[in-house]
């Protein structure tokens, strides 16, 4: 065997799954001047989010009767405020075609009714080619899977997520550092970077820390950062945070 053909058989990549947190920006109305002053005023708040923060912009609320968006301008101010746009979700078929100018990936509407409207309008495009078999179902994974508990400090740019479950870290979490559980969060050390617990939607769950010094703390999307936790009595104290409606309590402990 050649020299080559032992370097093509030597694979330089590899495919994993990965769970990123990645901010949604949720346009109501076709109004990019209003939009880029209301953008404006949050960055304002929290300066340090807003830098190269992944995004996907969601189009679902708009009306099927509503004017064209201007895509290239919406991506062009998302751009300018700090935001970089990695996909559309969208239902009308005029935003669907935008994003195929601009080479957006367009991912299902978020609602029920909205896929069944994407549904529907794939049905009247005509078939490019046949659907490819379908692959063999995989074993349902248990809803619940057993508590995940980090001994170790976590240091900046190391991500930890608890599928199923809770995390609970017994030391310290740097800056640059990101928990994320689809259950609860503990952290019985300081905490300085990123909190995010039930990032599929579980609006019971909630983040225990010893020391409230965050970057970021979400709960089922709803978040905080470090300039607003900053303004709160319980900085830098033993906090529980939990969610009610829209709005993230912090309680002392």
């Known amino acids: 065997m050649s020299q080559v053909d032992l370097l ?24 990019l001047s209003r939009l880029d002053r209301q953008l404006a005023q949050k960055v304002a708040q929290a300066p340090n989010f807003f830098h190269d923060t992944p995004l996907i912009l969601s189009l679902d609320k708009l009306e099927e009767d509503d004017e064209a968006l201007d895509l290239g301008a919406l991506l062009d101010l998302c751009r ?30 978020a609602s029920g009714a909205g896929r069944e409207r994407a549904l529907e309008l794939r049905e009247r495009e005509p078939a490019k080619a046949a659907d490819p078999a379908p692959e063999p179902e995989k074993p349902a994974e248990p809803a619940v899977n057993p508590t995940k508990v980090i001994t170790a400090p976590v240091r900046g740019g190391m991500q930890l997520y608890a599928p199923g479950g809770d995390l609970v870290v017994l030391s310290s979490v740097s800056p640059g550092a990101e928990l994320l559980a689809d259950g609860n969060i503990h952290v019985y050390g300081p905490m300085r970077g990123r909190a995010l617990a039930g990032v599929k939607g579980d609006t019971k769950a909630r983040i225990f820390c010893q020391q409230l010094t965050a970057e970021l703390v979400s709960i089922a999307g709803q978040y905080k950062v470090a300039e607003d936790l900053r303004r709160h009595p319980q900085w830098g104290n033993p906090v529980q945070i939990s969610l009610s409606g829209d709005v993230l309590n912090i309680t002392r402990l």
């Open 8 to 31: 093509d058989n030597d694979s330089v990549f590899q495919l994993k799954g990965n769970m990123l947190a990645v901010t949604v920006l949720e346009l109501s109305r076709n109004d």
């Open 80 to 109: 300018r405020h700090g935001l970089r746009t990695l996909a559309l979700r969208a239902r009308r078929p005029l935003d669907i075609r935008a994003a195929n100018d601009f080479d957006l990936p367009v991912l299902p509407p």
